[in-house]
């Protein structure tokens, strides 16, 4: 009997060691799986809502994404093309959040509509950082940051630029047409409202007609193949970006038409925003486009401090804005100013367009 309970107690302790044996090597197992994924979820992921391809400008600030939120920087980086419909990059955005992702960049096509879908990525407490055009929303709190350029005053350089121009040149008065971007984003609401202030305050200018052209040439072309036919008297093209400018130089030149800046004899004089690749500065060498209102794509680098400072705990600067030149083809004006602030005109040359992109 005696002995029997001594062979039942060490085969209860043989077992027990079995079955300690066998939970630390799973513990080791766990612990194997574990350290791997610690690895994976070292990475900081962030998820991309962009607005689409729409233009040269568009690719490059993707470009610069994809260049900063690299994996040997320690990011992996999920980037959805919204192709210029909200209702892509509201999916994309909850996509995200299913995704558990650490933060959301979002670069919004337009600027109304964001509450619902913004208020669900904070309470997955997910940051949301806002690039390029903005958001318009009462609650502060939905966004921690924006980068971007301040669209309004780069529209009142190009206005400026025009008003002098036409003074240098002794032009009496000039018919302006508007090609915008797509209503409603950031972009074409402070390019618009920039030309808008200046012709408001300058008799030498007149804004005979504006419609969007939402960025890109083939539509551009089409607007100003329109209003062509419509108007006989325009002598300036203010184009959103450089891809309406491109658009709008084949229409005028379909027409039997010379983009340049001799409005005296007829020619059509195209002024253009963004400035990013070597084809648009090309053209303002020639002189088809006299003068694009530089706007910078690289929002990358600014992200990437705002979500380190982020991590670390520390302040972010809410609204960061970055700089652009006004690059001329020829130096009729060499300076502008605005609201008391003097901006030198950049003549374009070899080197500048050596510095810039290919499209
Ligand atoms: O100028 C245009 C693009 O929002 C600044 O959008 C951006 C504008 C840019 O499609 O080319």
Known sequence: MKKGRIISIMIVAILLLLAGCSRSADREMIAGSESQSEGVSQKTVIGFSQVGAESDWRSANTQSMKDTFTSENGYELIVEDGQQKQSNQIMAIRKFIQQEVDYIILAPVVETGWDTVLHEAKSAGIPVIIVDRMIDTEDQSLYVAWVGSDFELEGRKAGEWINQFLQEKNIAHANIVDIQGNLGATAQIGRTAGLTQVCETNEN?????SEAADFTQARAREVMTGLLTQYSDINIAYCENDNEAFGVIEAIEAAGKTAGGDIANGEIMVVSFDGVNKEALKDVQSGKIACIAECNPNHGPLVKSTIEALKADEAVERFSYVEGALLVHDNTVSSIS????????????EAQIEGKQSN
């Not at 200018?205 to 007609?209: E, G, K, P, R, S």
């Not at 605005?338 to 040359?349: A, K, L, S």
Request: proline share 0%; net charge negative; no cysteine.
């Open 205 to 209: 200018m007149t804004l005979i007609a």
């Open 338 to 349: 605005v609201d008391g602030v003097e901006y030198t005109t950049t003549v374009v040359d």
